[in-house]
């Protein structure tokens, strides 16, 4: 009997042994963003919401201290093409975060993916990457891009919107956020409009939209386009005759001071407010406000989750066994900040999609402001197309 005992204890032992071996050695964690250039407003606030992570965790991942590397992919494609490869050769890193511009994650992706690296996406959602060239190792923490577009249009829908025109930047994430509204929509589509990522001057814009007289429009507008498209909408007059519609970051805590009243009354889909009572929804906005003076944007709560994912894997099992932390990924064994969350077969999330609209407050600011929930449980179209399974 005593030798049965032991025989169990000792595989009871081997079958810990990974990981307490892992136990003490630091998960090497690359944070790849834009820090400057077009979308480096964005960045910077994916890495408030990184650190506060980090901190809320006393800076280790599963009880595993942290070697973090961050790298710049400064706005641009090639950069961060660059700054795989570095992460990659150099920095022999286990897992990559951040990635908020899809054009630069698309860039991105495949030297990462290539070498085993476990990418968790916490802002960036391109359609490519949703459907056929999904991968195991890529789990999209945020949304896909044509998600909340398709809660938008069932919004729309119902509430008898029946001429629209469809503004963006040109780029992916223009063209995924735009066009999932349009083709969703099942009144008339009055044309779509797509201006390139340094535009500042919408009036030409603004003119075409005038002359066709649509009853809303929806305009994708991120970064330092959204402030002076806001501005001029307000000032050509046309918030008076069209409702206009967008999703969450074209005008949050970030840019509102900036905006003044010309953002006051639109309406986004998201699928996070602050003021949501989710569990450990309190806690992130109220440390982030008394670090920042503000409340956090989807930027920083996509990263906060996306970190607390990463603990959540880590804990269950280390990034050195592929399979295993595979698997613990895609558990989200973790507490949203948004309530509702689980991974598609195709790793990118199901959701809730809210509605919120910018209103002066009491101390004649601005904020964003929960409506309701417009549509539950939201998969993206290109889970069917992926061939990874549930």
Not at 257 to 270: R, V
């Amino acid at each position: 009997m005593n030798s049965r005992l032991s025989l169990v204890a000792g595989l009871a032992l081997s079958a810990l042994l990974p990981l307490a071996t892992h136990a003490q050695e630091p998960v090497r964690l690359g944070f790849l963003s834009s820090m400057s250039g077009t979308f480096g407003v964005l960045g910077a606030e994916q890495k408030r919401g990184l650190d506060l992570a980090l901190e809320h965790l006393g800076n280790k991942l599963g009880g595993r201290p942290i070697k973090l590397i961050e790298v710049d992919d400064k706005s641009s494609p090639v950069e961060a093409a660059d700054a795989a490869n570095k992460l990659v050769e150099r920095e022999k890193v286990q897992v990559v975060t951040g990635l908020v511009v899809s054009n630069s994650m698309l860039a991105a992706i495949d030297p990462l993916l290539k070498k085993n690296v476990f990418v968790i996406g916490a802002n960036a959602g391109p359609s490519q990457l949703a459907g056929e060239k999904c991968n195991e190792n890529l789990f999209v923490v945020a949304f896909a891009n044509e998600q909340w577009g398709t809660g938008l249009a069932d919004y729309l829908n119902r509430s008898g919107v029946k001429r629209m025109m469809f503004l963006g930047m040109d780029y992916q994430a223009g063209w995924d956020h735009a066009k999932s509204v349009a083709k969703n929509f099942k009144g008339e589509n009055l044309g779509e409009i797509y201006t390139p990522l340094t535009q500042m001057d919408f009036s030409s814009v603004l003119t075409q939209v005038r002359a066709a007289k649509p009853d809303a429009i929806y305009a994708f507008y991120v970064g330092g386009a959204a402030v002076p498209f806001m501005k001029q909408w307000k000032q050509s007059g046309l918030d008076k005759t069209v409702k206009l519609y967008s999703m969450g970051a074209i005008a949050d805590s970030m840019l509102l001071p900036a905006m003044g009243d010309s953002a006051a009354g639109l309406e986004t889909a998201y699928s996070w407010n602050p003021e949501m009572k989710t569990p450990g929804n309190e806690r992130f906005v109220q440390d982030f406000r008394k670090k920042h003076g503000r409340n956090p944007t989807q930027f920083a709560m996509f990263q906060y989750d996306a970190i607390m994912l990463l603990d959540a894997a880590v804990k269950e099992a280390a990034p050195e066994n592929p399979d295993k932390f595979r698997a613990a990924l895609k558990k989200a064994d973790f507490k949203s900040l948004r309530g509702n969350f689980k991974f598609n077969n195709n790793n990118f999330p199901i959701q809730d999609v809210i509605l919120q609209r910018v209103e002066k407050t009491a101390d004649g600011k601005f904020d964003v402001k929960f409506l309701e929930v417009i549509q539950r449980d939201v998969k993206d179209p290109h889970h069917g197309s992926c061939p990874l399974k549930g």
